[in-house]
C-alpha cells in the first residue's frame, strides 16, 4: 500500500495511476483538490474496488502530518510505501524573497518531506518499505529567479541520502529529479519551460508516466538502491 502526496492531479495522479496498475493500493493525499481526488479515487475503484482512498491534510501543519501518517497505516493495516510529490513552485527573485514564501516553499519541497517521513517511518519499518522523494533537476542546476525553491530541492536532495543512512536497512529511500516534464499552470513560467526544454539532449518535454514508471522502478524493482537520486530530465543534467 503506497501513500502518495499531492496525488490529485498532474504528476503525482500519474505516479498513483502507474503504482494502482501495479497492483498497489493507493492513498490519494490532497491539500485543496478535493474534487480531483476524488475522481481518481472513483477511477481507481472502478477498475479494482477496495483499492484507492483520499486522505486531507495541510502538509505545512505539523499536527496534520502526525494525522496523515496514523489514518494511512490504518487505512488498510500497513504502509509499505511513500512518495513524497506534494511541492508549491514560484519564483522569489533576489530582492522579493520574504519570510512567508520561505516559509511556504522550505515548507512544502523540505520540511513537509522530513515530518511525514519521519511520522511514516515506524510503519514502513515494519513492512520494510521504501520511500520516493520527488525532487527536481533544479537542486543540482539552479535555476535563475528562483533560489528558494531550489534551494528547498536541494535540501530534499541532500535529505533522501541522510534519511537512508538514517533509515537503513529496513527501509530505502530514493528520490526522482525530473526536469521539462509538464508546461507549468502558471502562464509566468512558461518562457522557463520552453528554455528547459531547449537546453536537454533530447530536445523534447518529457511526459509524468516518464516520472511514474521510474517511481514504480525504485519502489517495487529496486531492492538493492537506497540513498540514489535518478534525474529523468532528456539529458539536462548532462549539459552545460
Same mark, same amino acid.
Given at each position: 500500500?503506497?501513500?502518495?502526496?499531492?496525488? $490529485?492531479?498532474?504528476?503525482?495522479?500519474?505516479?498513483?495511476?502507474?503504482?494502482?496498475?501495479?497492483?498497489?493500493?493507493?492513498?490519494?493525499?490532497?491539500?485543496?483538490?478535493?474534487?480531483?481526488?476524488?475522481?481518481?479515487?472513483?477511477?481507481?475503484?472502478?477498475?479494482?474496488?477496495?483499492?484507492?482512498?483520499?486522505?486531507?491534510?495541510?502538509?505545512?501543519?505539523?499536527?496534520?502530518?502526525?494525522?496523515?501518517?496514523?489514518?494511512?497505516?490504518?487505512?488498510?493495516?500497513?504502509?509499505?510505501?511513500?512518495?513524497?510529490?506534494?511541492?508549491?513552485?514560484? $519564483?522569489? !527573485?533576489?530582492?522579493?524573497?520574504?519570510?512567508?514564501?520561505?516559509?511556504?516553499?522550505?515548507?512544502?519541497?523540505?520540511?513537509?518531506?522530513?515530518?511525514?517521513?519521519?511520522?511514516?517511518?515506524?510503519?514502513?519499518?515494519?513492512?520494510?518499505?521504501?520511500?520516493?522523494?520527488?525532487?527536481?533537476?533544479?537542486?543540482?542546476?539552479?535555476?535563475?529567479?528562483?533560489?528558494?525553491?531550489? $534551494?528547498?530541492?536541494?535540501?530534499?536532495?541532500?535529505?533522501?541520502?541522510?534519511?537512508?543512512?538514517?533509515?537503513?536497512?529496513?527501509?530505502?529511500?530514493?528520490?526522482?529529479? !525530473?526536469?521539462?516534464?509538464?508546461?507549468?499552470?502558471?502562464?509566468?513560467?512558461?518562457?522557463?519551460?520552453?528554455?528547459?526544454?531547449?537546453?536537454?539532449?533530447?530536445?523534447?518535454?518529457?511526459?509524468?508516466?516518464?516520472?511514474?514508471?521510474?517511481?514504480?522502478?525504485?519502489?517495487?524493482?529496486?531492492?538493492?538502491?537506497?540513498?540514489?537520486?535518478?534525474?529523468?530530465?532528456?539529458?539536462?543534467?548532462?549539459?552545460?
Amino acid at each position: 500500500m503506497a501513500l502518495l502526496t499531492g496525488a $490529485a492531479r498532474r504528476v503525482g495522479a500519474a505516479i498513483a495511476r502507474d503504482l494502482h496498475a501495479a497492483g498497489l493500493r493507493v492513498l490519494i493525499h490532497y491539500r485543496g483538490s478535493r474534487a480531483d481526488a476524488d475522481a481518481l479515487v472513483d477511477e481507481l475503484e472502478r477498475q479494482r474496488p477496495d483499492s484507492a482512498r483520499a486522505l486531507q491534510a495541510d502538509l505545512l501543519d505539523p499536527e496534520a502530518i502526525n494525522r496523515l501518517a496514523r489514518e494511512a497505516e490504518a487505512a488498510w493495516g500497513r504502509l509499505d510505501f511513500l512518495v513524497n510529490n506534494a511541492s508549491t513552485f514560484y $519564483a522569489t !527573485p533576489v530582492g522579493a524573497i520574504d519570510a512567508a514564501a520561505w516559509d511556504d516553499l522550505l515548507g512544502s519541497n523540505l520540511k513537509a518531506p522530513t515530518f511525514l517521513t519521519q511520522a511514516c517511518a515506524p510503519a514502513l519499518q515494519r513492512a520494510h518499505g521504501a520511500v520516493v522523494n520527488i525532487v527536481d533537476i533544479h537542486a543540482l542546476r539552479p535555476l535563475k529567479g528562483y533560489p528558494v525553491y531550489s $534551494a528547498a530541492k536541494a535540501g530534499l536532495w541532500a535529505l533522501t541520502q541522510a534519511y537512508a543512512r538514517e533509515l537503513g536497512p529496513g527501509v530505502r529511500v530514493n528520490g526522482v529529479a !525530473p526536469g521539462a516534464i509538464l508546461s507549468p499552470e502558471d502562464p509566468a513560467n512558461a518562457g522557463t519551460h520552453e528554455a528547459m526544454v531547449e537546453r536537454t539532449a533530447l530536445k523534447r518535454e518529457g511526459s509524468p508516466q516518464d516520472i511514474a514508471r521510474t517511481v514504480r522502478f525504485l519502489l517495487l524493482d529496486a531492492p538493492y538502491i537506497t540513498g540514489q537520486v535518478i534525474p529523468v530530465d532528456g539529458g539536462r543534467s548532462a549539459s552545460q
